[in-house]
């Protein structure tokens, strides 16, 4: 910048020599300008705030979105950008070091945790429900299925509204004779991984064939970009069927079917039925919190139901961040839950809320 104003200086002295006054005003303009910019530099330096960069999970971007504005609101200094572009893509962010966290609805695996550059924690942050969505006109009677339905669907085996297995299992319905318009995700998604972990647990079939994982080998459909993508493809596709998280089809007013439960129960998604999954489950919580509580037993466990996780480096190397991050976590896990319900997520448990207190303790803050 001193370079600059020398420059300037010595070409308007010689300005003044030959009386140019045009060029003495375009001169006196351009070291305003770039006096003001300096200027703004500096303050903005100044009153920077801390800049915490996420990505991951398009499941839980509609309360993450509440949790970011909430908390730069109670402190100032921190700021958030979130990019929800899928549990694959916050995973992948993270392993590579250009997010500092990263949200997802799958856990990872122990080669993802292998192939990390150091150990990552998992942070359960509350509880959601994949959900079956579907458009079909003129049916106004709630669909009805089981795990092995929805999996023949996606196998490509059962093609037709009103195939017989379908129809028994909804006699009242009245389904149409028209085809069954498969969507899913076309990222890399923890949403995914949810339903195939599901699927793999009540279809031998699926789990051999496709198995589980954030990104799959689909048999058949049409791949939307995130929840919103997938929702859009069904909302504007008559006889579509897909997956989506619970707050997504609320909001976009689309039916979501009842799904018969490993007791034999036909379960609607909602808060009360994933409390009742993760309850169910909760004795078994490991250590890391890797966990599914997708096919819970008891009466009332909705089947597709799961955590969502924020991951964070153990070793904090930038000690204000890491500070931040411990702060906005602690925030989430006690106050943050209460913006969970009117965004149909389910709170954490007390019993996990206790466990996630003691490995927040764990976190290094020391630039090593």
């Known amino acids: 910048m001193g370079k ?18 045009s060029s003495i005003g375009k001169i006196i303009s351009l070291l305003a300008a770039s006096f003001f910019i300096m200027v703004a530099a500096s303050v903005s330096t100044l009153f920077a705030s801390l800049l915490i960069n996420a990505a991951g999970s398009t499941f839980v971007y509609p309360l993450q979105s509440k949790w970011f504005a909430v908390y730069e609101r109670i402190d100032p200094d921190v700021q958030f950008n979130y990019q929800s572009i899928g549990s694959g893509g916050g995973i992948r962010q993270l392993l590579n070091g250009t997010v500092d966290m990263g949200a997802s609805d799958a856990p990872l695996t122990d080669e993802q945790l292998k192939a990390a550059p150091d150990k990552i924690l998992h942070f359960p942050t509350v509880l959601g429900a994949d959900v079956i969505t579907y458009n079909l006109p003129g049916v106004s009677q709630r669909l009805r299925l089981t795990g092995k339905a929805i999996a023949d669907i996606y196998l490509g085996k059962i093609t037709k509204w009103n195939d017989p297995e379908l129809v028994r299992l909804n006699p009242q319905a009245h389904l149409p004779d028209s085809d069954i318009v498969v969507c899913h995700r076309s990222d890399g998604s923890g949403t995914t991984y949810v339903f195939a972990d599901y699927l793999s647990k009540v279809s031998p079939e699926w789990a051999k064939q496709v198995g589980k994982s954030t990104s799959l080998r689909w048999p058949v459909g049409l791949g939307g970009k995130g929840n919103e993508g997938v929702t859009a493809l069904i909302k504007e596709t008559p006889g579509a069927i897909g997956y989506v998280e619970l707050i997504y089809a609320l909001s976009n007013r689309l039916p979501t079917a009842e799904i018969q439960n490993r007791d034999g129960n036909w379960i609607a998604p909602s808060l009360e039925s994933v409390t009742a999954a993760a309850a169910a489950l909760a004795s078994q919580m ?7 509580i997708t096919d819970a037993p008891g009466p009332n466990s909705y089947p597709i139901s799961a955590y969502t996780y924020l991951l964070v480096y153990q070793h904090q190397k930038d000690p204000a961040k890491g500070r931040a991050i411990v702060g906005f976590l602690r925030w989430a896990l006690h106050e943050g839950q209460k913006y969970a319900l009117s965004l149909y997520y389910a709170p954490l448990p007390p019993q996990v809320v206790a466990a996630e207190e003691r490995q927040l303790a764990t976190i290094q803050l020391s630039s090593r």
């Not at 600059?4 to 002295?13: E, G, K």
């Not at 490991?286 to 599914?292: G, L």
């Open 286 to 292: 490991p250590a890391d919190f890797r966990v599914s």
């Open 4 to 21: 600059l104003y020398q420059s300037l200086f010595t070409h308007l002295a010689k300005m003044e020599r030959t009386r140019n006054a």
